[in-house]
């Protein structure tokens, strides 16, 4: 019973370098979404999908760009990453029925970037 | 815009006392509120949501539209409270979480 599976759990990164935070849950949701937690700042919505093919722009979405090509999985890409983008990351998911309001989590994605 | 706003950084109680945890909302439309807790170790999970009128693990929350407040309250608190708790307003396509409270169960 994975739910939603996030890799890696955690990552160093040189400012400058790129990566993509791996998001894939198997409930077959409609809804995901990314977000970022940092201390004082609760959680912060970064980007978002309401199906395969379509994504849209949350709160904070400048540095990160997302794809959804198909229902299972919703990556989140750091074209360059920065110090600001220091924070721990959830990928959430949930299914159409209850709108866009996140039901499952995975495990966060701690990500320092030097 | 929509805000969600937790004064309480931090709230400390001792076990057997009555909980509430604050939660003050901004919003133009109709709103749908939400509380989610992450335990130590453990993932964020949705706690309770107000459209359920439900009481889940004894807490409950109320809508109070004209103070625009959802409270979560709690009128025995048990070490296994002790967690973070986030409150949330669901808008139009997308969902803001405010800072969070940390709640601390004294024995």
């Known amino acids: 019973n994975a739910g939603v599976t996030q890799t890696p759990k955690f990552q160093v990164l040189k400012t400058g370098q790129s990566m993509t935070l791996q998001c894939a849950q198997d409930?077959?949701?409609?809804?995901m979404s990314w977000y970022r937690q940092d201390p004082g700042m609760g959680l912060r919505l970064i980007h978002y999908?309401?199906?395969?093919?379509?994504?849209d722009q949350g709160e904070v979405p400048n540095g990160y760009n997302v794809s959804r090509s198909t229902t299972e999985d919703f990556p989140l890409r750091l074209l360059s990453a920065a110090p600001s983008q220091t924070s721990v990351y959830f990928c959430?998911?949930?299914?159409?029925?209850?709108?866009?309001?996140?039901?499952?989590f995975g495990d966060g994605t701690r990500l320092s970037i030097l | 815009a929509q805000r969600v706003t937790q004064p309480e950084k931090l709230l400390s109680v001792f076990k057997g006392a009555p909980v509430e945890l604050k939660c003050n909302y901004s919003?133009?439309?109709?709103?749908?509120l939400f509380w989610y807790v992450q335990y130590s170790r453990q993932r964020l999970q949705l706690l309770l949501r107000?459209?359920s009128r439900e009481s889940i693990k004894g807490f409950t929350a109320d809508l109070n539209k004209g103070e625009t407040s959802f409270h979560l309250k709690k009128p025995f608190a048990q070490e296994e409270d002790s967690a973070m708790y986030y409150c949330?307003?669901?808008?139009?396509?997308?969902?803001?979480f405010g800072t969070g409270t940390k709640l601390q169960v004294i024995p």
């Open positions: 999908s309401v199906g395969a093919g379509i994504t």
């Open positions: 409930m077959n949701h409609e809804y």
């Open positions: 919003y133009s439309g109709s709103p749908e």
């Open positions: 107000h459209i």
């Open positions: 949330a307003l669901r808008g139009y396509q997308k969902v803001t």
């Open positions: 959430a998911s949930s299914y159409r029925g209850t709108g866009n309001q996140p039901q499952h």
